[in-house]
Structures are given as C-alpha cells and as structure tokens.
C-alpha cells in the first residue's frame, strides 16, 4: 500500500539557516514524487517535482529510490518560506495523489 | 483564468443532512478530483472524474458520490452527514501533465 511520512509536524528555523524536510514514501512501482507548499490564507500549489529537476525558490528535492526519501531541501531560509509544505506521490499519469500529513516550516528572523 | 473555483467557502450542516459542493476546473483541464482534508492532515484522496465518470475512488464510503458535467465542472455529494465529515474539501484540477491545480476549498463544518 502506498504511504508517505513526513515525520515532523514543525520545524523551526531561523533565517539563513539551513533547512531540510523529510520525506518516505512507501509504493509498489516507481511513483512521481512532488512537494506541495501552503502559505498563510493562499491554496495548496505545486512547489517542485522530481521529474522536472528544477530548483523552485533555491528549494531542491532528491529522490533516493534506496532510501525510498524525497527530502526537500534550501540551503538558506528566508522568513516567506514560513508555510506547510506537504510531500506527495502519485502513480505516473493518474493525477491521484498520495499526501504526507505535512510539516509546517516556522523561519524566525 | 480564475483557476480552480470552489462553491460555497463555507457551510454548517447538521448530522444526518446532505451536501452538494461545487467545482470548477482550471481552463483547459479535464479532470477534476476530490480531497478531504481533516484538521492536522494531508488531503486525503476521494475520488476522481474524467468524462463525466468516475475513474478512481479512494477509500471512502458510498455515502460520499459525485458528478461531472460536460463542461467538465463537478460536484461532491455527502449524505447522511456524520460529525466526522467535517473537514476541509479540496477540488484539484489536471490535465494530461500529471499536475494538480487545487482550489481554495470548502469548510464543511457538521453540527
């Protein structure tokens, strides 16, 4: 059955830290695997996805298929980063996602 | 383009009622699914609709069914409402790209 975790509901930086997000997944084939971001009073939006390889705000993701993990990743937060962010897989070209219950990203100035 | 569109933002109902709540799809896209996301939750997948069918359903009773209209738009129906129905519903759009384009939801609180 597929699952993704997303062990920590917070984490609290302060601006110009580093920053890492974890993400497992458990699936059966080889899902897509995407971040999703939710800022304060604005709908859920794409963030990035593994296929495309894109840096998106300075955030970058890695899939490791051995470690099943898809953590996400900005080498300097900034305090507009604050907002849940949520990993998600789906089976390719099914437009159903799987999402993880999301860690809320806390950037203290 | 307004996006996705959800209708009503907000709605209280009592157990035992029924709702309908009502989507629209981003231009161009052609199927749209359904999320209830609980409080503290990720969004949890209900089903999905593609030429006015149902494609694919998650792991949610019967008493939650849905339509999708020739112009692609959407509907969600819950009945025999249960205070555990409450939730944030989230329609998402998508189109051959394998993206979801999600709308602003509806809060769907059962009194």
């Known amino acids: 059955a597929q699952r993704v975790t997303q062990p920590e509901k917070l984490l609290s930086v302060f601006k110009g830290a580093p920053v890492e997000l974890k993400c497992n997944y458990s699936?059966?084939?080889?899902?897509?695997l995407f971040w999703y971001v939710q800022y304060s009073r604005q709908r859920l939006q794409l963030l990035l996805r593994h296929i495309s390889r894109e840096s998106i705000k300075g955030f970058t993701a890695d899939l490791n298929k051995g470690e099943t993990s898809f953590h996400l990743k900005k080498p300097f937060a900034q305090e507009e980063d604050s907002a849940m962010y949520y990993c998600?897989?789906?089976?390719?070209?099914?437009?159903?996602?799987?999402f993880g219950s999301g860690t809320k990203l806390n950037v203290k100035p | 383009d307004a996006g996705v569109t959800q209708s009503p933002t907000h709605l209280i109902k009592t157990r035992g009622q029924q709702v309908t709540l009502r989507c629209s799809p981003k231009?161009?896209?052609?199927?749209v699914s359904w999320y209830q996301q609980a409080l503290g939750q990720g969004p949890q997948f209900i089903f999905q609709y593609y030429e006015e069918e149902e494609r694919q359903r998650g792991n949610f009773p019967d008493r939650f069914s849905g339509h999708q209209f020739p112009n692609y738009s959407s509907e969600l129906n819950v009945n025999a409402l249960l205070l555990g129905d409450s939730a944030l519903y989230l329609c998402?759009?998508?189109?051959?790209?394998?993206?979801?384009?999600f709308g602003q939801g509806t809060r769907l609180t059962v009194v």
């Open positions: 998600a897989l789906s089976p390719l070209n099914f437009n159903k996602f799987y």
């Open positions: 231009s161009g896209h052609d199927t």
């Open positions: 699936y059966s084939g080889s899902p897509e």
């Open positions: 998402a759009s998508g189109g051959p790209a394998n993206e979801a384009f």
